[in-house]
């Protein structure tokens, strides 16, 4: 035991000191090229490091394929690493989905690489372990093999001619789903896009409290993304500014008189932003990317998931291991959403 702590000290010192040594190549390198080059998660403790889009994740656990209500899409992209108490949050919101929402199962997308940091494309957060993409397609009654999760249709849920909602896409079940979400303690905020808000907005009733954690976004007309907030006692993660009070309801008229209208003919392109670089993360991130690799398998065992601050939730310990999935079906076909509602 002594020996085996001895060699992990031995590495860690190694990769620290090589870091040191090609700090110039690091300096000049983009944060995305460097967390995107790593497959899998570092040995340390779990912590979100920094902030949603400006950190790192260490001791990432990587949510099981498949699960009793959920599967997880992509998986080309080696993203559904997270903190573990992010995990086990994502895996509760699943149960709770089946029993609350009617919802047969949650399909996963992108949560955080291996070692979080910005990634190549897609986003600009999912950076801590923190962020997860939840579709508002349900999970099919059968396994889907890899390629059909790399390439399965994601239908939108917005007409594109008027930025509203398309209302033959919607199912009471998806206020639901989102409510179920936004319900548990431990969520900071969720991203929808600003159709499907007004929408929920309508239909919410008088239990309208959860509406405020639902906050417009650019995109997100095909999913939802979850936020979860620094865990209790965390020192490593810096938290988001309070959303305040009221349902935000009265605040949607900007989005489709303004932010969603077509630019103007001799308005300026658009200019991506440039990358990040080491220097714009927290310094400790610099040692996630110098630490070996985690000993444990891809999907981290659970006894390794909970750091003590996490206790403070009480929440359940993440599923390590996934049953045995369901068979396919006989037809092979893709699968698509059920639509109860309009078509």
């Known amino acids: 035991m002594g020996q085996t702590a001895g060699r992990g000290r031995m590495a860690a010192l190694a990769a620290a000191l090589l870091l040191v040594g090609t700090g110039a190549t690091l300096a000049q390198t983009p944060a995305k090229e460097l967390f995107g080059a790593k497959t899998r998660p570092s040995d340390g403790a779990p912590a979100a490091i920094g902030f949603y889009s400006h950190g790192c994740l260490q001791g990432a656990m990587q949510m099981p394929a498949d699960g009793p209500t959920w599967q997880v899409m992509k998986p080309s992209r080696n993203r559904a690493f997270a903190h573990p108490a992010m995990i086990s949050l994502l895996q509760r919101i699943s149960r709770d989905a089946a029993r609350q929402a009617n919802w ?64 033959r896409r919607w199912r009471p079940e998806i206020a ?139 929440a359940p310990e993440p599923t390590a291991v996934a049953p045995a999935p369901a068979p396919a079906a006989p037809s092979g076909g893709m699968p698509m959403p059920r639509f109860r509602s309009g078509g």
């Open 104 to 167: 047969r199962g949650l399909l996963f997308g992108d949560m955080a690489q291996p070692r979080g940091g910005p990634m190549r494309d897609g986003h600009a957060s999912h950076q801590i372990g923190l962020d997860a993409d939840i579709y508002l397609t349900e999970m099919p009654n059968r396994r889907l093999s890899n390629a059909e999760r790399d390439s399965m249709p994601l239908p939108s849920l917005i007409d594109p001619k008027t930025t509203h909602l398309n209302e």
């Open 176 to 314: 639901a789903l989102i409510k179920t979400a936004a319900n548990e303690p431990e969520v900071e905020r969720l991203f929808v896009h600003p159709g499907i808000k007004e929408k929920l907005c309508k239909v919410a009733g008088r239990d309208r409290a959860w509406l405020n954690k639902v906050r417009p976004m650019f995109g997100h007309d095909y999913h939802f993304h979850v936020r979860m907030k620094c865990l209790p006692g965390s020192k490593t993660c810096e938290p988001q500014e309070s959303t305040g009070k009221g349902d935000g309801c009265d605040k949607l008229d900007w989005w489709f008189d303004v932010a969603l209208k077509p630019p103007p003919p001799n308005a300026k392109p658009y200019k991506k932003p440039p990358p990040l670089f080491m220097t714009a993360l927290p310094k400790a991130c610099a040692a996630v990317l110098a630490e070996p690799d985690a000993q444990a398998p891809a999907i981290a065992s659970a006894t390794r998931a909970a750091t003590p601050p996490a206790a403070a939730y009480a």
